[in-house]
T-cell receptor, first 112, second 110 residues
Framework: DTAVSQTPKYLVTQMGNDKSIKCEQN?????MYWYKQDSKKFLKIMFS???????INETVPNRFSPKSPDKAHLNLHINSLELGDSAVYFC???????????FGSGTRLTVV | DAKTTQPPSMDCAEGRAANLPCNHS???????VYWYRQIHSQGPQYIIH???NNETNEMASLIITEDRKSSTLILPHATLRDTAVYYC???????????FGQGTRLTINP
């Protein structure tokens, strides 16, 4: 049983399209995160949700909208995709206040 | 959060101990030292953390100097599967997010 699972694993799409990435965790954690890793391999946090409430929103374009239907799921919807959105997106989860995060295996998004 | 400094890359022979240094000279009393690693094409993986005392688990040992200005992650018997980027992160209790630096790219050679 995968602890933090993301779908899809790969996503190739054209500029201007709208796409979603899904994340689910079965660890009973109450906090979930989205990280972006660009081509230079820098890992940057984008969003964090605790019990379905947004607690971190870094300076991310508002084309990116996270949605947490329940504390086990955190999806990322991206509107009007741009070339610069190409990256690997990682979902993670933890208990609030714990830094032993569990990460998913990533979604490689390529915008062409 | 305290800034950490790590060498950009290191090599180690398979079967030997890999010692990865981290400098955190501005660390404050309530900041923990966390270590993660990222194996190629995978998500980061938690390894170990500590505050003052040395820590050991099934993956690694963490040695923190008495003044807490630096630490060393030790992989006692490195294998090829330990080739990864290793991140040292200093975090105060209650911090809301994990912030990754550039890390050390450790290559284990056969």
């Amino acid at each position: 049983d995968t602890a933090v699972s993301q779908t899809p694993k790969y996503l190739v799409t054209q500029m201007g399209n709208d796409k979603s990435i899904k994340c689910e965790q079965n660890l009973g954690h109450d906090t979930m995160y989205w990280y972006k890793q660009d081509s230079k391999k820098f890992l940057k946090i984008m969003f964090s949700y605790n019990n379905k409430e947004l607690i971190i929103n870094e300076t991310v374009p508002n084309r990116f909208s996270p949605k947490s239907p329940d504390k086990a799921h955190l999806n990322l919807h991206i509107n009007s995709l741009e070339l610069g959105d190409s990256a690997v997106y990682f979902c993670a989860s933890s208990h609030l206040g714990s830094y032993g995060y569990t990460f998913g295996s990533g979604t490689r998004l390529t915008v062409v | 959060d305290a800034k950490t400094t790590q060498p950009p890359s290191m090599d180690c022979a398979e079967g030997r101990a890999a010692n990865l240094p981290c400098n955190h000279s501005t660390i404050s009393g309530n900041e923990y030292v966390y270590w993660y690693r990222q194996i190629h094409s995978q998500g980061p993986q938690y390894i170990i953390h500590g505050l003052k005392n040395n820590e050991t688990n099934e993956m690694a040992s963490l040695i923190i100097t008495e003044d807490r200005k630096s630490s060393t992650l030790i992989l006692p018997h490195a294998t090829l599967r330990d080739t990864a980027v290793y991140y040292c992160i200093a975090l105060p209790e209650g911090a809301q997010k994990l912030v990754f630096g550039q890390g050390t790219r450790l290559t284990i050679n056969p």
